[in-house]
């Protein structure tokens, strides 16, 4: 986010926990499901990032951030309440993610403190029907398409950010990010689903006391609209979510920086009935060469 305008190349591998467990429908959890809809289990997502940054001076930034995708997915089928459970389906898998690359601008004001992103995420996972389930009743058969490793999209990347220090010891920072699908790769038959687009808004508060260690809470705010086409679950996509997120980065060695952020739900009002994590975390190293 612009934060060093210093220039040069910079490493980043981030390991990222979600574990979507608890059904929920608007504000709150749900027990179930309505007959004929389906009953999901879980979804275990971890994510691998690497990303590779080149800022050839204090205005300029172009970062390429290429995810690895573990995914382990179960659920039930169908729910039928005149019917005992049947055996949960199982998939797991674990393989390259769609890459983004994005862009900054920060040279309109003499502090570098102001900047705007351009970006593309480009459709490089798999996608629409790649991906089966492993074991249970539905093995053989492909998962969602809100579930593949990929979306099967092209997508614009759009957003700005700015930051100042607020007192001595501390800096405020604000930022936007908006996603949308701009082309469908429908090289296979049916594959037939557009994600939603999707806007982010982040501010938070650092403590920079120390140069050695910087603690920071953010309040971040998620809007998606509903996922389209014929493999899209229309109805269970959507939402608005409000997370508070503690962290710290710490500085380990010259040029080398390690980070760890939890993030939690405060608020959540989701279309449908989705699964939901009750935390995420996430954790990272940095290296400036």
Sequence with gaps: MGYSALPGWRLSLEYDYLNQDELRSGTHSVAGVPDGSELEHDTLNRYVTGALSYTPNSAWNV????????????????????????????????????????????GWLPTRNLGVQLGVKLATGRYGTAVDFNAGPNAGTPLDASLQPGTGSTDLIVGAYYYRAVSQNFDAFFNAQ?????????????????????TTVSAGLRYEASPRWVPQVQLNLLHKSPDQGALADVQSTAGIVAYLSP???????????????????????????????????????????
């Design 247 to 289: 962290g710290i980065t710490v500085q380990a060695a010259r040029g080398l920086q390690l980070f760890g952020f939890v993030q939690v739900p405060v608020y959540s009002n989701l279309y449908g009935i989705q699964l939901f994590p009750r935390f995420t975390a996430s954790v990272g190293v940095s290296y400036a060469l």
């Design 63 to 106: 970062t390429l951030l290429v995810p690895y995708v573990i995914r382990d997915h179960s659920t039930y089928g169908d729910f039928d309440s005149t019917q005992p459970l049947p055996p949960l389906s199982y998939s797991r898998s674990s393989s390259i993610g769609d890459v983004k690359v994005v862009g900054s601008y920060q």
């Design 178 to 198: 908006f996603q949308s699908a701009l082309r469908h790769h429908m090289d296979q038959p049916g594959n037939d689903y557009r994600p939603g687009n999707s």
